[in-house]
């Protein structure tokens, strides 16, 4: 089945700092979307982005198809950015089921 | 702008008991669906449904049963709890079935002693 890889598993910054999340995909895809959680919350969807750059403030995602790949840069973190960040991809030929990534677990220091 | 309400918020269990959990959306989505999270093992896929009475398996279906009595609301129950289990459970909706945004209820925290 699809397999979806984040990378890095941890990341600890200083405040301002920036960061570049990634996430790698096994097959083609035509459903994409990353994900904030704060410790015991829920998910929150931070971008759908199934294609090209979309950007939101601080966050910009880009997602580049035919390396079945996405990133997620946070620019000038802020401790309030800490969390984990998850990315979910749907196949070209099941888009309906997405597949998890396990997260890239954020904490932003002062 | 809608709201996914999941029930109850925390739900301790027997070993062996069955135990079900609610899930209500007011998006008048079409699509909903039924992860279980775990520490370290990201989301896997129960069940989800595409339509009203429309059942399909995930990954993780074994051990679960799921209704979908109306657009607005999916179910999911445990048959049979194991003991020492801890998970969280969330429900998720979708417009469509292919290429829109998901947005996630709070969840269910499920603990079994």
């Known amino acids: 089945g699809q397999q979806v890889q984040q990378s890095p598993t941890s990341l600890v910054l200083q405040e301002g700092e920036n960061a570049e999340l990634q996430c790698n995909f096994s097959?083609?895809?035509?459903?994409m979307q990353w994900f904030y959680q704060r410790p015991g919350g829920s998910l929150i969807s931070v971008f759908y982005?199934?294609?090209g750059t979309k950007q939101s403030g601080r966050l910009t995602s880009t997602t580049v198809i035919k390396e079945r790949r996405s990133s997620l840069h946070i620019s000038s973190s802020q401790i309030t950015d800490s969390g984990t960040y998850l990315c979910?991809?749907?196949?070209?030929?099941?888009?309906?089921?997405?597949?998890f990534g396990t997260g890239t677990s954020l904490l932003v220091d002062p | 702008g809608g709201i996914i309400t999941q029930t109850p918020k925390f739900l301790i269990g027997q070993e062996g008991q069955k135990l079900t959990l609610k899930c209500q959306q007011n998006?008048?989505?079409?699509?909903m669906y039924w992860y279980r999270q775990d520490s370290g093992k990201g989301l896997r896929l129960i069940y989800y449904?595409?339509?009203?009475?429309?059942?399909q398996k995930g990954d993780l279906s074994e051990g679960y049963d799921a209704s979908r009595e109306k657009k607005s609301s999916f179910s999911l129950t445990v048959t049979s709890a194991q003991k020492n289990e801890m998970a969280v459970f969330l429900c998720?909706?979708?417009?469509?079935?292919?290429?829109?945004?998901?947005?996630f209820g709070p969840g269910t925290r499920l603990l079994v002693l």
């Open positions: 998720a909706s979708r417009l469509g079935v292919n290429q829109d945004t998901q947005y």
């Open positions: 097959t083609s895809l035509n459903s």
């Open positions: 982005n199934p294609s």
């Open positions: 979910a991809m749907g196949p070209s030929n099941m888009g309906y089921k997405l597949t």
């Open positions: 998006f008048n989505h079409d699509t």
């Open positions: 449904s595409i339509t009203e009475n429309d059942l």
